[in-house]
């Protein structure tokens, strides 16, 4: 991958993250018929009670399996213990999977959940798909990555055998020289309903039609893999699944910007169609995109930014706001693979350019301390940043927007442009509160 002149950069890794068990609140709610059970100590049941907000009130789909000094000492069986915990989840919830997710305990105990997991699994008659999303080895979104890179050794086998000859029967009757439906095409990635079927749209209007996802709405929807069929990431934190679904299921991974902003999706697109002879209007409706948020992009362009990093969506974001106007100072994110983020990198470069804008330099496992000293001297428009570090600069005059907040909220696909940039000129407009004076169509929720 050429790169050239882009500069990486790896510091210390003591940074503010969220813990990757996290994963849970958004993946309960996406796999509707699935049970989250973490395996942790009370830290763990600490961070997911705070972290969670009211969602915990509303008997959600996880729980905790709270290890017990009898559990490290090794005086408990492992697998009775969680098996009676299994049993009562069956008998309470009855989900047709439990996802068991290892955390920094069980890692240290070396507790071996994937050797008891096929055990268990027998005995109560309900799949266990095992995940260890800890805060050892990952940050914050990689626990989705951890999940769903298990589930790929859950999905059922594509035969491309059998299916190819079903389509040189319906190439003889059709005589069609359309190629694109012998492609089975499985995006994977964890977005609510509606965002993935917008996506879905997107492309059955360039004639493609996906065949699955991963995760999908029910565990036993999983989609069929195998070697010809097509996959492709649509957030960028997901290089795991990736990988696992390269090397042990031989899909094709086809490597294309993350559809975040009308750019990445345009071009994210174009990748998908390249089967195809031709693209039906997508240059004209990303120029329509761009015209009707020129109210937004009117705010921040020639606004600088720094990304503290802690939650891997950082190149994708600061790609869209460079070509939105915006002049990034630095990325930091927790974990880069250069490999799976390649279309994303060099689509970044060539935004830089074509804006005419500096590269920023991008860190790697960043150190807080030396970022706030960075902000401090450089004085960027806007941070991006955790909560430990959002009041404390805004009180010394640097506007800050907390980075969870686009975990959490709908960025993906075209009809989420305004989303992004509703949260990203949020503080900018906050702090000259009469620019909303001037620009009268912006959301209401920033007159605060
Ligand atoms: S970092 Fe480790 S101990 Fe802390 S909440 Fe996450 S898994 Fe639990």
């Not at 362009?301 to 939105?324: H, P, T, V, Y």
Request: hydrophobic share 40%; with cysteine.
């Amino acid at each position: 991958m050429k790169t050239a002149g882009m500069s990486f950069e790896c510091e210390t890794g003591n940074y503010h993250t969220f813990c990757p068990i996290s994963c849970v609140a958004w993946l309960y709610q996406k796999i509707e018929d699935s049970f989250f059970l973490v395996v942790g100590t009370k830290t763990c049941g600490y961070f997911l009670q705070n972290a969670l907000g009211v969602t915990i009130f509303a008997e959600p789909r996880y729980a905790m399996a709270e290890l017990e000094e009898g559990d490290i000492s090794a005086q408990l069986n492992d697998q009775k213990e969680l098996e009676k915990i299994c049993l009562q989840i069956k008998n309470n919830r009855s989900p047709s999977v439990i996802v068991w997710i290892g955390t920094c305990t069980t890692e240290i105990v070396k507790m071996d959940l994937e050797g008891i997991a096929p055990k268990v699994e027998k005995q109560i008659g309900i799949p266990i798909v095992v995940a260890r999303a800890n805060g050892l080895d990952y940050a914050f979104t990689q626990g989705e990555d951890t999940v769903l890179a298990a589930m790929v050794h859950r999905c059922p086998e594509y035969d491309s055998l059998i299916e190819e000859e079903k389509s040189q029967q319906s190439e003889i009757h059709t005589n069609s020289k359309n190629k694109s439906t012998s492609h089975q095409l499985v995006l994977f990635g964890s977005l609510p309903s509606n965002v993935a079927s917008e996506l879905n749209l997107e492309l059955k209007r360039q004639s493609i039609s996906v065949s699955g996802w991963l995760p999908s709405q029910k565990y036993n929807e999983l989609p069929k893999l195998g070697y010809k069929v097509y996959v492709c990431g649509v957030n960028p934190f997901l290089s795991r699944t990736a990988t696992t679904l390269m090397r042990r299921r031989k899909c094709q991974l086809i490597g294309a910007p993350f559809p975040i902003g009308p750019d990445g999706h345009m071009l994210g697109l174009r990748k998908f169609v390249r089967f195809l002879i031709k693209t039906n209007g997508l240059k004209e409706r990303e120029n329509q995109l761009w015209k009707n948020v020129e109210d937004y992009t009117r705010i921040i362009n020639g606004k600088s930014i720094f990304f503290m990093g802690d939650n891997l969506l950082e190149i994708s974001l600061a790609r869209f706001l460079i070509r939105c106007g915006m002049i990034v100072y630095e990325i930091g994110i927790p974990y880069m693979d250069r490999r799976y983020q390649a279309a994303e990198l060099l689509l970044l470069q060539s935004t830089c350019k074509e804006m005419n804008s500096p590269l920023p330099r991008i860190v790697e496992k960043p150190d807080n301390y030396g970022q706030v000293q960075r902000i401090q001297e450089l004085k960027p428009h806007l941070a991006i940043t955790g909560m430990a570090h959002a009041n404390p600069l805004e009180a010394r005059d640097i506007d800050t927007k907390w980075s969870v907040e686009f975990t959490f909220a709908q960025i993906h696909g075209f009809s989420n442009v305004r989303a992004i940039l509703e949260l990203v000129t949020r503080p900018l407009r906050r702090s000259k509160g009469n620019l909303n004076l001037v620009f009268p169509s912006l959301s209401k929720q920033t007159k605060i």
